[in-house]
T-cell receptor
């Protein structure tokens, strides 16, 4: 399967702990996006990379959140000192920059903060 | 700023047509998209339309774009129970700008 894969699919953690999510995009895609989705809402943009460069970050991305894409392939999203409000589905998507902008999504990583 | 609005729920009978509506605020939207999300799955692109088009048809799907009113619709002909899902409208101002902005989704329920 050459789709976008995310790991872990589910993470339950206690408030104050750090968590890290990984995303492996479609191999030929040079853009990678992180979105957050809460119940009953659409995906909210967090950040995106073109190759290894992080080109835009949303105001939603507080300083407890950090994302990296060190070699322009997979990406990690780390949340430090998790809060209950961080509970959400974290979606990764990839695309090719010379395209109509359609996004290819992974199945998401669900975070539950107790 | 960018804002995308959709009605939350739609219920139809199997075999009927479904029409899902969306309004957006940014007149500089370049591409508009419809994504489908089934339970437990990620979003999947169904179709898209470029802002200089009024209509696009793709098998059972018809997209209509009214730029003056900033209104987008998705018509699904001969709706099947497998079409039950959440449908998201999204806009992208410039594909070089990277991100898309999504509505909150319309839950389509198809009754047999």
């Amino acid at each position: 399967d050459t789709g976008v894969s995310q790991d872990p699919r589910h993470k339950i953690t206690k408030r104050g702990q750090n968590v890290t999510f990984r995303c492996d995009p479609i191999s030929e895609h040079n853009r990678l996006y992180w979105y957050r989705q809460t119940l009953g809402q659409g995906p909210e943009f967090l950040t995106y990379f073109q190759n290894e460069a992080q080109l835009e970050k949303s105001r939603l991305l507080s300083d407890r959140f950090s994302a990296e894409r060190p070699k322009g392939s997979f990406s990690t999203l780390e949340i430090q000192r998790t809060e209950q409000g961080d509970s959400a589905m974290y979606l990764c998507a990839s695309s090719f920059s010379v395209s109509t902008g359609e996004l290819f999504f992974g199945e998401g990583s669900r975070l539950t903060v107790l | 700023g960018e804002d995308v609005e959709q009605s939350l729920f739609l219920s139809v009978r199997e075999g009927d047509s479904s029409v899902i509506n969306c309004t957006y605020t940014d007149s500089s939207s370049t591409y508009l998209y419809w994504y489908k999300q089934e339970p437990g799955a990620g979003l999947q692109l169904l179709t898209y339309i470029f802002s200089n088009m009024d209509m696009k048809q793709d098998q059972r799907l018809t997209v209509l774009l009214n730029k003056k009113d900033k209104h987008l619709s998705l018509r699904i002909a001969d709706t099947q129970t497998g079409d039950s899902a959440i449908y998201f409208c999204a806009e992208s101002i410039n594909t070089n700008a990277g991100k898309s902005t999504f509505g909150d989704g319309t839950t389509l329920t198809v009754k047999p």
